[in-house]
């Protein structure tokens, strides 16, 4: 009797230890599931500052500032074949002349050179769009903008102003704030930080010469050391080889590029000579090896093609310059360094290259040209 009235106790007992047990996994199954879902929420949150961590995707997007429409045209960027794809445009503010993207990719920044201000904008990694951050006013007729590579301080050229102006960047929403400005020379058409965070570069164009800074790292004051170094005629665009060895200055006036040597200590420049450009170079880019350059020459509607020497940064042309469409702006190579993009000014285009990887020349993509939106004037591309 025993053991016969024990069994169905025994049984009993072992169904609620696996009752039990069920309602402990389905718990924990909705524990994880709960805290994954926050998770991916967080991560895509701009307002909680994660969405300067952008998602695994095949596609990166670039963004067009419109002189003539005031607005920044949004594309996506296919990184299987370089093809962009128009996902539309975002309002800017009047007459935008110089975008730039901070280096985790998550907050995108205009310079108004008739509305003297900078707007700024919040990325949405799903479909590329901007969300609006808000703006800051500038000095008068900002040229350039540039951030430093710790995310921490940008830098406005105000060409009309004869100034730089310096903010200090809200890490979480992406805002600008305590503008402070110094002076500089005769119309600042270009500002670039170096990779270290040390030191700024400021073409003027009407001294003809460049003006080198150090960068206090903790409140990002600039200090002009005390001689600029000359160029040639109409310093415009400024680009540095990503190692922040070599600097790179297009004169639009002499139509030649001007080579320096970057003296990592002192941020000094040493001129190491020129390369002749198209007519009316208006900007000039490397690819992420440092192996190739690429200028964007206005008068001309082409786009120069150079090696880099390695030991002195100088650069070698590649047989003849690549046809672009009418006045090109902007040159901008993708992250990848498969491709090379060109902004169109008068035919409010984008025209479309691939690198050959071995030797950097171009050849002209399928399609070569995307129709854009009224004065493209400057490119920028996501991380």
């Known amino acids: 009797m025993t053991t016969q009235s024990g069994a169905p106790q025994i049984a009993l007992f072992n169904s609620a230890i696996f009752l039990n047990l069920i309602i402990v996994v389905l718990l924990a199954l909705g524990l994880v599931a709960c805290g994954g879902s926050t998770t991916s929420a967080d991560a895509n949150d701009p307002v909680n500052g994660n969405a300067t961590t952008p998602p695994d995707h095949s596609s990166r997007f670039a963004y067009a500032a419109n002189s003539e429409d005031n607005s920044i045209s949004i594309y996506a960027l296919d990184l299987s074949n370089g093809r962009l794809k128009y996902k539309g445009k975002k309002a800017a503010g009047i007459m935008p002349h110089s975008i730039v993207i901070d280096s985790k990719g998550g907050f995108l920044y205009v310079a108004n050179h008739g509305s003297n201000n900078v707007s700024i904008y919040a990325i949405n990694y ?5 969300t609006d951050v808000g703006s800051v006013s500038a000095g008068e007729n900002p040229a350039s903008i540039s951030i430093d590579s710790s995310g921490k301080f940008a830098y406005v050229a105000n060409y009309g102003a004869n100034s730089i102006s310096i903010y200090t960047i809200n890490a979480t929403t992406g805002m600008l704030n305590g503008m402070s400005t110094v002076v500089t020379g005769s119309n ?33 004051w600039l200090a002009s050391l005390n001689t600029p170094v000359d160029a040639a005629t109409g310093p415009y665009s400024i680009t540095l080889d990503p190692a922040g060895r070599f600097a790179y ?18 941020g000094e420049l040493t001129s190491v000579g020129a390369a002749l450009t198209g007519t009316n170079p208006y900007s000039v880019t490397l690819d992420p090896t440092g192996k190739f350059a690429y200028v964007a020459n206005h008068g001309s509607d082409n786009v120069s093609v150079y090696t880099v020497d390695p030991l002195n940064g100088s650069l070698r042309s590649i047989g003849l310059p690549v046809k672009s469409q009418l006045k090109p702006r902007s040159v901008i190579v993708d992250p990848t360094g498969k491709y090379v993009y060109v902004a169109n000014y008068d035919s409010h285009s984008i025209s479309a290259y691939i690198i050959n990887p071995i030797t950097g020349e171009l050849d002209a993509n399928a399609p070569p040209h995307y129709p854009g939106v009224l004065g493209p004037v400057s490119l920028a591309i996501t991380p």
């Open 188 to 220: 600042p058409a270009a500002v670039i930080v170096d990779p270290s965070g040390k030191f700024a570069y400021v073409t003027n164009r009407l001294s003809n010469h460049i003006e080198i800074y150090n960068i206090n790292i903790t409140t990002g």
């Open 249 to 266: 200055v297009t004169n639009i006036t002499s139509n030649s590029v001007s080579v320096y040597k970057i003296n990592s200590q002192s």
């Open 126 to 130: 799903s479909d590329g769009s901007l």
